[in-house]
């Protein structure tokens, strides 16, 4: 079964820090892996998805990378701003339709 | 164009009672998805659907029912809730190789 961590489960930066984001997974056989943003008390909001063949994704400030031999991802996200502020999960679909989720990071940016 | 919606927001049940949760896509999907989120454990896979008529078990489907009679509706159903059913239960919906787009959420109490 998938394993999938994130690390840290909480992190709180000043406004424009730079930052990154960590997960890593046990199962290197993977269709796509994505990164999702969750604020308090909503749903699930895509931010990017890198599929199996490519390497990483750009969407304004954020950029993420996908390195399947090692079993590692990163989300990184430029020049924070309290608007970040949310738990950010990374998730994998290993076939099946099934998405198997990490516990999060819940980064709070400080004005 | 809503999106994902549930029915209800919120509900708190007693020991035994039974519920339907409505998911609601009006995106044309073929996928729909149930998730439940608890504390600590990240997002977990209870029932999914791949069309109209279909629905197949995802990691932790023991305790609830689905129906999809109708490509837009997605129907989570506890037939004798227990206290281990307190959760949030999202539901998402997808189409070919793209993200799942997620509902809001169902915030359950089982007392």
């Known amino acids: 079964k998938q394993e999938v961590t994130q690390i840290p489960a909480a992190l709180s930066v000043p406004e424009g820090e730079n930052l990154v984001l960590n997960c890593s997974f046990t199962?290197?056989?993977?269709?796509?892996l994505q990164w999702f943003r969750q604020d308090p008390g909503k749903g699930l909001t895509s931010l990017l998805l890198?599929?199996?063949?490519?390497r990483e994704q750009t969407s304004g400030r954020l950029n993420a990378s996908l390195d399947k031999s090692s079993g590692r991802s990163t989300l990184y996200i430029a020049a924070s701003q309290p608007g970040d502020s949310a738990t950010y999960l990374c998730?994998?679909?290993?076939?099946?339709?099934?998405?198997?989720f990490g516990t999060g990071t819940r980064l709070t940016v400080i004005p | 164009n809503a999106g994902v919606t549930q029915t209800p927001k919120f509900r708190v049940l007693k020991t035994g009672q039974s519920m339907t949760l409505l998911c609601a896509q009006d995106?044309?999907?073929?996928?729909m998805y149930w998730y439940r989120q608890d504390p600590g454990m990240g997002l977990r896979l209870i029932h999914y659907?791949?069309?109209?008529?279909?629905?197949a078990k995802g990691e932790v489907p023991d305790g609830y029912n689905v129906s999809r009679l109708k490509k837009q509706n997605f129907l989570l159903g506890l037939e004798s809730a227990a206290p281990s059913q307190t959760s949030v239960y999202f539901c998402?919906?997808?189409?070919?190789?793209?993200?799942?787009?997620f509902g809001p959420g169902t915030r359950l109490l089982v007392l």
């Open positions: 998730a994998l679909e290993g076939g099946a339709n099934n998405l198997f």
């Open positions: 199962d290197s056989a993977i269709y796509n």
């Open positions: 890198i599929q199996s063949s490519q």
């Open positions: 995106m044309n999907h073929e996928y």
């Open positions: 659907s791949v069309g109209e008529g279909t629905t």
């Open positions: 998402a919906s997808q189409t070919g190789l793209e993200t799942q787009y």
